[in-house]
């Protein structure tokens, strides 16, 4: 009985990723950008790995921006504005790769914002994927003036409790993390250990800012509990 369960679950399984046929390069994409940029541009890719070419289907499910905030997304061959109620059909060749850029204007309007979307073959609906595109304008801050002999590792990424960090160089001025608008949530002791504890933290993504004399170097890190 429990050889016929196993070969049953193998079977679904192979039969679901046969029909799935396609991977996604990042369902959770994030890259900022400073107020004075004007827009960010987010990436993530779809590959078909059928073996016949295909046609998917992007929609928007929700936003989670400033309301000045316009939102855009290009394919490889098209670009759409996007609003609620977004949908379109994309086609993507046996063994090609569809780029997608989610762009944020921002309207002279500092803040963060994330667009959710669904992808999934037509047809198989049940099998779609979900893709986050996140970015943030700080009006100020959050630029990497680095020194060329500053740089960081931290670990584990995401984290839940304790952040371990390791540094090209210990001679540094201050640590702290800051949140996606710049500010900063929590100062660190550096001088006491590597390890830092960031459990009272929310889920979400930060920046573990190095200082040292004039220069900075953030390094981004996910809390995920």
Not at 65 to 85: K, N, Q, R, Y
Request: charged share 15%; with cysteine; proline share 3%.
């Amino acid at each position: 009985m429990h050889r016929i369960f196993l070969l049953l679950f193998v079977f679904v399984s192979v039969q679901t990723w046969a029909q799935k046929a396609y991977t996604i390069s990042n369902k959770n994409a994030f890259a900022w950008a400073p107020l004075a940029n004007g827009e960010a541009n987010v990436h993530s890719s779809l590959t078909n790995t059928s073996t016949t070419d295909t046609s998917f289907h992007i929609q928007l499910i929700n936003t989670n921006m400033p309301s000045a905030w316009l939102l855009g997304i290009c394919s490889d061959a098209s670009c759409f504005s996007v609003s609620t109620g977004f949908s379109e059909d994309f086609n993507t060749g046996l063994g090609k790769t569809t780029d997608f850029k989610c762009t944020f204007s921002f309207n002279n309007t500092a803040g963060s914002g994330c667009a959710r979307f669904l992808i999934y073959r037509r047809s198989m609906l049940s099998l779609g994927d979900t893709v986050t595109f996140c970015t943030n304008a700080p009006a100020t801050g959050l630029n990497n003036n680095v020194t060329k002999n500053l740089s960081a590792s931290i670990s584990p990424n995401p984290v839940k409790n304790d952040l371990v960090l390791v540094l090209s160089d210990n001679n540094i001025s201050a640590l702290s993390i800051i949140n996606l608008v710049g500010q900063e949530v929590k100062e660190l002791d550096f001088k006491s250990g590597k390890t830092f504890d960031v459990s009272g933290l929310p889920n979400g993504i930060y920046f573990l800012r190095i200082t040292k004399g004039d220069a900075s170097y953030n390094k981004k890190f996910i809390i995920s509990k």
